[in-house]
């Protein structure tokens, strides 16, 4: 275990967060030490969100991303094949790619020019014959590629770690959710496409506190959004009491905390009490036409699931992103108190481009840097971050007790699932548990095998769907 924290005295980890009791030292977010560890622990081992293949249509086609602090590039090499490498030249670290996308044949490093193909082999460097002489492979000099990488039914993920488990046993019973969260609103699998650019801003906080809380404080959202309703910023306008939030056809359902403690991932999702997915609800009134086409799309989507019972539809994949149908959440630690933000949104890729310009403009009244949903947010974080960082501030814990010691299990209505009332800390438990798991694990063996109870959970849910 690794037990010492340098600028805190002898107190290990464990002592910090006292999950028994809900309480959490506030020093697991703004200390330094404990900040590097987590590049190393959690952001060198966890399987990231790097982006989407309809980002990189085209052979050539590249997108920069990020995991953790560092710069990845996403790319479709000559033959068509995705690749995700670091975006640093191994002769002197010059970054080999300065553009946020665009398509290339080579990486041609603007420092002492090497070259790189797509696929990350070093192609050119000046003088190699007459200055090198032989005495450099090229072969061995490539751009550092990720350990393993996911296609995962269009979105990208990858992970340095090559002993970490496959996605989808990382993922155990979220993985159904992360599928759908690609498919189109008629419900066929990888059928969105990414509006390019994604939104990347950086906000004053510790990337823990949205990257743990997002999906998982309901109880924030009466009192922080308040006055977002009145605002009418949602697609209906002011009809239904001005809701940020799309209108819903009435279906029985219950909200619930939902969890996979074991994994960290977790969200607020509801359990259907019937089959299927509910009708659709015209919902906006300020967009002509839209309603037409995804009532039309929806209706496909009840035909195809019209047997299933749909568990999970927003989930916050452990560590650091949240997946939603309509909006992928990215938080990237960039400093101790410092959190990079991203925000891309996955719209049908067959949708007409009024309905795509719909649907951009209602994410731009709410999230990203200037929506108005998301800035309140980001001003609790900011402010709870900058309050939290004193001497004398430090000595008082968060308080993580909601709910604590009241959860359950349903095996039959939310298999692999550890459920709480609709407003709780369960989820912010959940990841805080995981979190430490891995700041204190040697390696994958010391937090693998995943969690063979909810992958097997997931199965016979499958099962049951199918059958
Ligand atoms: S740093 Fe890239 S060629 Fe020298
Ligand atoms: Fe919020």
Not at 418 to 434: D, G, K
Request: aromatic share 14%; glycine share 8%.
């Amino acid at each position: 275990m690794t037990s010492l924290i340098r600028s805190y005295g002898d107190r290990s980890l464990r002592s910090l967060v006292d999950l028994d009791r809900g309480l959490v030292s506030r020093e697991i977010y703004v200390n330094e030490d404990i900040y590097k560890m987590e590049l190393e622990q959690v952001f060198t081992r966890a399987w990231l969100f790097i982006g989407h293949e309809s980002q990189v249509p085209n052979p050539g086609d590249f997108v920069v991303s990020r995991m953790g602090e560092e710069e990845v590039i996403l790319v479709r090499d000559r033959k068509s094949h995705l690749h995700v490498f670091l975006n640093t030249c191994r002769h002197r670290g010059m970054k080999v790619c300065r553009y946020d996308d665009g398509n290339t044949l080579v990486f041609t490093c603007p420092f002492h020019g090497w070259s790189y193909d797509t696929d990350g082999r070093l192609v050119g460097v000046p003088y190699y014959d007459a200055a090198y002489k032989g005495d450099m492979d090229k072969s061995e000099w490539g751009l550092p590629e990720v350990a393993q990488m996911s296609n995962y039914y269009g979105s990208i993920w990858a992970t340095w770690d090559r002993s970490a488990p496959s996605f989808e046993d990382y993922l155990g019973p979220y993985a159904d959710t992360v599928r759908r969260a690609f498919q189109s609103s008629d419900g066929e699998d990888n059928g969105v496409e990414l509006f390019n650019p994604v939104y990347k801003w950086r906000i004053p906080c510790n990337w823990k506190f949205p990257g743990f809380s997002f999906d998982g404080d309901r109880a924030h959202a009466a009192m922080t959004h308040r006055s977002i309703n009145v605002a009418a910023i949602g697609p209906q306008g002011d009809a239904n009491g001005g809701s940020r939030a799309p209108i819903r056809a009435p279906f029985p359902y219950s909200d619930y905390e939902m969890t996979t403690p074991e994994l960290g991932h977790g969200g607020h999702n509801a359990i259907y009490e019937q089959p299927g997915v509910a009708p659709y609800k015209d919902t906006w009134f300020t967009e002509p036409g839209v309603d037409d086409y995804f009532r039309e799309t929806r209706e496909r989507k009840r035909e195809k699931y019209k047997d299933s019972y749909i568990v999970g539809e927003t989930a916050l994949i452990w560590p650091n992103v949240n997946i939603q149908p309509h909006r992928i959440l990215l938080w990237h630690p960039h400093a101790p108190g410092v959190t990079e933000s991203w925000r891309a949104y996955p719209i049908d890729r067959a949708a007409p481009q009024f309905v795509k310009d719909a649907q951009r403009r209602y994410m731009m009244r709410y999230g990203g840097p200037c929506g108005l949903t998301e800035s309140d947010d980001m001003e609790n974080w900011n402010y709870a971050s900058a309050a939290s960082v004193g001497t004398v501030a430090k000595r008082y814990p968060y308080n993580f007790i909601m709910g604590a010691g009241h959860a359950w299990t349903d095996d039959h209505a939310a298999p692999g699932m550890t459920l709480n009332y609709e407003v709780a800390e369960e989820n912010q438990r959940s990841r805080l548990r995981r979190w430490l798991e891995f700041m204190e694990a040697g390696s994958w063996d010391d937090i693998y095998p995943v969690n063979p109870v909810s992958t097997a959970r997931a199965d016979a849910t499958k099962a049951k769907s199918e059958a």
